[in-house]
């Protein structure tokens, strides 16, 4: 045994003696300060006697929280997440207790309720003291942190690849111009850094479906092809697809594999972390494409959760953000409510415990996952990150609560690019994001109605009665009226239609808004809807809320009409000739025109009212910072670069779509000499590649 592996074992025992000795006197604080813990159970017990015992008090509990607490954690596994928070804080309590029965004969005592912050503290305490007494040794620090970010023992040899690896990282909603604010305001001092050194900034476009699933499945597969929203309706299955649904999630990653001939941007040594979609990685967790299937315990979606949860002292301080985190939202709602802020929609319920989810277990596992993922030396990474997008639909994409937000996730980009230092390869990294959002009133909020009352309104069905009273529901019905020519019958003030039509399916993305009729099996003409509810589309197209539609024609084969009867047919669109798309922008035409020909595109596609000078939209859901259509900055996302990989695209030239950013992502990894994917890949038929 070599004199290095010596002094590494000597060093190693000294901080196991240093973190004990530490947690004994955490403890022996403790027990000074809360009344209902205590070490000594007699008057008569010597200080010797009581540091003794609590030495193997703490000592105990160092040895059940490593051998103990990763069968626990493999029993969470089976928890619902939401919950996962809470039991961390008891099953660690729990422990402590367990460790106080196995002291000497006059046993300690305390409270149960006692136990779990006693845990809390000494968890804390003792990482924190590992940490700082192996930051100053390198290799103690790297095996430290593989330790922490990944417990699947999958370490590689300490030296990796002279090649560099790849990091992608997406943040997740966080526009071009939000990002952009957020440097100048010195909110994000990482990413200040990278663009002041070593990174370049490129804004995007999206397609018509501005959303993590059609902008995910393109970056990672290839493909977004017949992605018409966040949730659509297939009536040759008779179902309802959403991407964030898991069996949806893997029917559209087969779908893409089968269209592009190859498995992904990932597919050689790669992991994919937090996402949707796998990309062809070997390496998953928290995918939600695998979650249906039964994979092998390293492949499973929820295997993150473990990798990260068997230490002990992540669990708590994550279980401790996660508290704090529900008390920061019902705070900011609160306040919000008081001060009655507008726009605002409701925050209660179950949103506090899926925000803290969101920004602070998700992010954290994630984090660590990547940080593993490098510390082994892995070619290619695509994490999400998911948590501005989740606070901004409630809080606005501009609010105080989101900048808290991009200040959090800062930290974890500092982290992750603090690691990289130590890896055992040099890695680049890449930043980029899904979409933007954009802000804006609910329809609802705005005009007293959802979408699906306005459409029944046009169809002339029955429509609540609160809706009714309202001036768009009364425009709604006046529109009926003029379309049929006569006056609407009426049933205590509800139209009640003749026939066996089933009513129409209304399904909202965002400021987009699906219209499908199921009993009719396959996508309705303009002409067939007119003859069926002849004042629908009026109805529609004439809302001050709605800033076009899309149709399919037997005369025109597709039209988007407008308001005022404007009619105009989808091959005829252009940036010069936009209708009713004018206040849309560059792009919207071609992104419509392409939607047009999905498959599984709606009966009538709705997208709402956009205001360019405010750059505000409409949501058809319950969100003031809403992305899924067009308008706005949802249709902005950005993707930033080290400028060691070649310009995303040249100068005059636009990134539209997400395919164009696979292609470019593909590109950089060849460049990083670690090719992913085939060169060239057979083609599907109507498939949009770069000739």
Same mark, same amino acid.
């Given at each position: ?19 004990? +000795? !530490?947690?004994?006197? /955490?403890?022996?604080? $403790? &027990?000074?300060?809360?009344? =209902?813990?205590?070490? @000594? ?82 968890? +804390? !305490?003792?990482?924190? /003291?590992?940490?700082? $007494? &192996?930051?100053?040794?390198? =290799?103690?620090?790297? @095996? ?548």
């Amino acid at each position: 045994m070599g004199a290095g592996r010596w002094r590494r074992i000597v060093s190693q025992i000294g901080r196991s003696v240093a973190v004990w +000795a !530490v947690s004994t006197l /955490t403890m022996l604080v $403790l &027990a000074g300060i809360l009344p =209902d813990f205590q070490i @000594r159970t007699g008057d008569g017990d010597s200080a010797t006697r009581i540091a003794i015992t609590a030495a193997i008090g703490a000592g105990a509990f160092g040895l059940l929280s490593a051998l103990v607490w990763p069968v626990l954690v493999r029993l969470l596994l089976l928890v619902p997440a939401l919950v996962l928070g809470l039991l961390v804080f008891f099953l660690n309590g729990f422990l402590l207790l367990v460790a106080l029965r196995l002291t000497p004969a006059d046993r300690p005592e305390a409270a149960p309720e006692t136990a779990v912050v006693v845990a809390a503290v000494m968890s +804390a !305490v003792a990482s924190a /003291t590992g940490a700082a $007494l &192996a930051v100053r040794d390198d =290799d103690a620090y790297r @095996r430290r942190l593989y330790r922490l970010a990944d417990r699947r023992g999958t370490a590689r040899p300490m030296e990796g690849p002279t090649t560099p690896g790849v990091v992608f990282l997406q943040l997740d909603g966080v526009g071009h111009d939000v990002l952009v604010r957020a440097v100048e305001k010195g909110l994000m001092p990482t990413v200040a850094g990278l663009l002041d050194a070593t990174h370049r900034l490129t804004p995007w476009r999206t397609d018509w479906s501005s959303q993590t699933g059609a902008s995910q499945l393109g970056i990672l597969h290839g493909t977004n092809h017949d992605i018409p929203a966040f949730r659509w309706y297939e009536k040759d299955k008779g179902e309802v697809m959403v991407c964030n649904r898991p069996t949806s999630a893997a029917e559209l990653q087969r779908r893409a594999v089968e269209r592009t001939g190859d498995g992904g941007l990932l597919t050689v040594d790669g992991a994919s972390r937090g996402n949707l979609f796998s990309g062809g990685a070997d390496q998953q967790a928290l995918v939600l494409s695998i979650a249906v299937r039964r994979r092998g315990r390293e492949n499973r979606s929820r295997a993150g959760y473990f990798a990260y949860f068997s230490d002990p002292a992540n669990a708590v301080r994550t279980a401790l953000s996660f508290v704090a985190e529900v008390g920061r939202e019902i705070g900011q709602s609160t306040r919000a409510r008081m001060r009655k802020k507008r726009p605002r929609v409701a925050r209660g319920g179950l949103y506090p415990l899926v925000r803290a989810f969101a920004t602070v277990v998700e992010r954290d596992v994630v984090v660590a996952a990547v940080m593993g993922d490098m510390l082994a030396g892995r070619t290619a990474v695509y994490a999400d990150l998911v948590a501005y997008d989740e606070v901004a639909h409630h809080s606005g994409p501009h609010s105080r609560d989101t900048e808290k937000v991009l200040q959090r996730l800062d930290r974890s980009l500092a982290l992750i690019a603090n690691v990289a230092e130590h890896a055992p390869r040099p890695y680049r990294i890449v930043l980029l994001s899904d979409h933007g959002q954009s802000p804006g009133e609910t329809f609802r909020g705005r005009y007293g109605l959802t979408l699906g009352d306005l459409v029944r309104a046009g169809c002339g069905l029955p429509v609540p009665r609160k809706a009714q009273r309202t001036h768009s529901g009364a425009e709604a019905r006046a529109a009926v009226r003029a379309a049929l020519r006569r006056p609407v019958e009426e049933n205590g003030g509800r139209h009640v239609p003749t026939g066996r039509h089933s009513e129409p399916l209304v399904l909202a993305s965002g400021n987009l808004g699906l219209i499908s009729f199921p009993d009719v099996h396959h996508r309705m003409t303009k002409e067939e809807i007119d003859a069926r509810h002849p004042a629908l589309l009026t109805t529609l197209a004439n809302h001050p809320g709605v800033g076009f539609l899309l149709v399919r024609s037997e005369e025109h084969g597709g039209v988007v009409l407008g308001a005022h009867g404007a009619e105009i047919p989808v091959d005829a669109l252009d940036d010069e000739h936009p209708g009713p798309l004018a206040d849309f922008g560059p792009g919207a035409a071609s992104a419509v025109r392409r939607t047009h020909s999905f498959p599984h595109t709606a009966d009538i596609m709705v997208n709402s009212w956009y205001d360019p000078a405010e750059g505000e939209v409409l949501a058809f859901e319950e969100q003031i910072g809403s992305h899924g259509g067009l308008g706005g900055a949802q249709g902005r996302p950005f993707l930033m670069a080290p400028v060691a990989l070649s310009v995303a695209v040249e100068d005059g030239e636009e990134l539209v779509g997400a395919e164009h950013i696979h292609r470019v992502l593909r590109r950089w990894l060849r460049e990083c000499n670690g090719p992913q994917v085939p060169l060239e890949a057979p083609r599907g038929p109507g498939d949009r590649r770069a000739a």
